[in-house]
């Protein structure tokens, strides 16, 4: 199969629902022939024109309030916003907005929209261009929060992103966007709400999302030397859960590492956990849930102090060895 | 006092004394609902539009039902002025399921999309880019709709104001930013919270067209809305129009005025929107007395039937709340 980048992934999910569905548009500071932050809409205001690939003045709240507008009255509109970090700008519209409006309307009305942002750490950024606040947005019912970790998931998960009838904030990590991956050519969709088990094991499972997915990976890889069977388990979207698999998974290893970038305080992987906890999965437990996340500080600058932050690839083979020790 | 009303074109006399009629129905249904709260029978908290009848019906005389407004946490008379019917909005209040909002809204989420309004909002300049997301869609769709965005004073200092007005202007969209200025934001006096003479001077900065109207003159309300709306289907871009008005009640139930005197009360009260449209009316020879006062009865018993309609309506189950989250 064809391998191309994360961000190529992203791009062809946008282009491809654009040339399906008129309504499809893009709006955000930069996306016109600059081609974005992160170069993910490269090359597409040449397709699609200024109308479609609509450039912004910098204003987070007006871009993404343009998008609940015109998603209310018959548009899908997706907005990207240059860092996540901004969604600090636009959250009245969408925590206030486009995630009460169905509810507080009694069923009418829909806001079939996207919001798209790069998370994450990683590019020396420091604490205003760095932070990973998904659970946030995930606290708020009526938004849907995705976290894809490989171009493959991106591209499938876009696609139901921009087909779905609900605001979706689509995290996409700024540090991921250059990896590569096996990303077929045609059109595909994957449901938001079905995790995905990036290896199968029986000793631990590691529930990672976004860029702690290829760390947990190679976490696996390593332990598996010493004799430790790791499953790693993506839940791909944050909100819908798919809570059948993780609960699944752990009942079959006894034993769970929960692992984000997110400052471990109040972080999603305390929701993670405790879903697990409430579970039946408990009854399988060998060992205490085990939690990595992000320090409690801002993200520093200094690249050393910047890794130390969040977890990494051994962190996440002690914390394996931990729960194994705490039988 | 203008006297004049062969300003507006194209206005039957029928609809003026509709007109008339609805700025009724606006007031009675605003001091029964203000009667209800003070007696318990309604919850929450409401904000009630007494003294600025001329300013929504005004505002939305001339449009379509394909028009669009969006409006404010005081936006009862809006709501009645594009067409919404007092029954299914005192239900609302009632917390009914046959409200417009299945009792799940209340006073400040009433929507009624099918005819144009994309909802009163409780958040302090939270309509404003969504009305601006609104007028994208008819200009990206071709559609000859125009989007009425109603705020208030206070909604003019908050960073959304101008962020959506902004793009408003630099994308040429059809919206018609109509500022109530009934010279407070809660106890906040405009003249202490902005130092312009005129909200509309403010148009200037973003190069967009501004007027002032007298807010309680239905007359000029519609006139300058009129050469709005015309402006925003002839493609000729959003337009600012600040209706200089007057709240008779407080900000909400809880508020005890303290922040201004019973003569500025007495003053504005003297300049009553009704009373003054009822005199213009009659000195054209539209209506009699003897008319008018049929008019104001049967306004009167709208409300009435209204609030024997919401009584008499079923309350919501608990199997009601987990529903509309998502579409």
């Known amino acids: ?327 | 006092m203008t006297k004049d009303v062969t300003l507006v074109p194209d206005v039957s006399q029928d609809k003026l004394v509709d007109l008339y009629k609805q700025m009724w129905v606006i007031r009675f249904f605003d001091e029964k609902v203000d009667e209800f709260f003070a007696k318990g029978m309604i919850h929450g908290t409401t904000h009630l539009a007494v003294g600025q009848e001329a300013s929504a019906a005004g505002a939305c005389a001339l449009l379509d039902n394909e028009d669009k407004i969006t409006s404010t946490h005081r936006g009862h008379g809006h709501c009645i002025a594009k067409g919404a019917t007092p029954d299914k909005m005192m239900a609302e209040l009632f917390g009914r399921t046959t409200g417009y909002c299945k009792g799940k809204g209340g006073s400040m989420h009433i929507a009624d999309i099918d005819i144009g309004n994309l909802g009163a909002n409780g958040i302090v300049a939270g309509g404003i880019p969504l009305a601006v997301g609104s007028a994208l869609t008819a200009k990206m769709k071709k559609h000859d709709y125009v989007t009425v965005c109603f705020f208030g004073d206070g909604a003019t200092n908050e960073g959304s104001f101008h962020e959506a007005v902004n793009l408003a202007s630099i994308w040429d969209l059809p919206v018609i930013f109509v500022c109530e200025n009934n010279l407070y934001g809660m106890s906040g006096n405009v003249n202490e919270m902005t130092n312009v003479k005129n909200i509309a001077d403010r148009a200037a900065a973003y190069g967009i067209q501004g007027a002032v109207a007298d807010g309680n003159d239905i007359v000029d309300m519609m006139n300058k809305t009129n050469d709005a709306v015309d402006r925003a289907r002839n493609g000729e871009g959003p337009s600012l129009i600040e209706a200089k008005t007057y709240r008779w009640k407080g900000h909400s139930k809880s508020d005890a005025k303290k922040y201004r005197t019973r003569e500025e009360e007495n003053e504005w009260k003297a300049k009553d929107p009704i009373k003054r449209f009822r005199e213009v009316l009659i000195e054209a020879d539209i209506l009699t007395e003897e008319k008018a006062e049929e008019i104001r009865k049967a306004a009167k018993k709208e409300i009435e039937d209204a609030v024997e309609f919401a009584e008499n309506s079923p309350m919501p189950t608990e199997d009601d709340l987990l529903t509309d989250v998502y579409a």
Not at chain 1, 295 to 316: F, G, T, W
């Open chain 1, 1 to 327: 199969m064809r391998e191309i980048t994360y961000s190529e992934a992203v791009r062809e999910a946008l282009s491809q629902e654009m040339r399906k569905n008129d309504d499809v548009f893009i709006l955000g500071e930069d996306i016109g022939v600059y081609g974005g932050a992160f170069g993910v809409t490269r090359g597409m205001i040449e397709e699609f024109g200024p109308d479609r690939i609509r450039n912004t003045p910098i204003s987070e709240s007006g871009i993404a309030g343009a998008a609940v507008g015109s998603a209310l009255t018959g548009m899908r509109p997706i907005a990207e916003l240059q860092f996540s970090d901004f969604i600090t700008i636009a959250l009245d519209q969408m925590a206030n907005q486009a995630a009460k409006i169905r509810y507080m309307y009694g069923g009418k009305g829909k806001v079939p929209m996207v919001l798209r942002t790069p998370s994450g750490s990683g590019t020396g950024a420091a604490a205003q261009h760095s932070q990973s606040l998904e659970a946030w947005v995930a606290h708020v019912p009526g938004l849907k929060v995705v976290q894809p970790s490989t171009g493959y998931d991106a591209k499938g998960l876009l696609k139901a992103a921009i087909d779905d009838d609900n605001p979706v904030i689509f995290y996409e990590h700024k540090t991921l966007y250059g990896t590569k991956s096996d990303v077929p050519e045609e059109q595909y969709s994957i449901p938001l709400g079905q995790a995905d088990i990036k290896r199968e094991g029986t000793d631990v499972t590691i529930v990672a999302y976004a860029v702690m997915v290829p760390r947990a990976l190679e976490a696996a890889k390593e332990l598996e030397k010493e004799g430790i069977s790791v499953e790693v388990v993506d839940p791909r979207t944050l909100v819908p859960l798919d809570k059948e698999t993780i609960v699944k998974s752990v009942s079959k290893t006894g034993r769970v590492v929960v692992a984000h970038e997110a400052v471990k305080r109040g972080g999603y992987g305390g929701e993670i956990a405790s879903m697990i906890a409430e579970s039946d999965a408990f009854d399988f437990l060998d060992a205490p849930i085990k939690r990595l996340g992000g320090a409690e500080s801002p993200i520093p600058y200094n690249p050393e102090l910047e890794k130390a932050h969040v977890p990494q690839v051994p962190d996440m083979i002690k914390a394996v060895k931990e729960t194994l020790n705490k039988a």
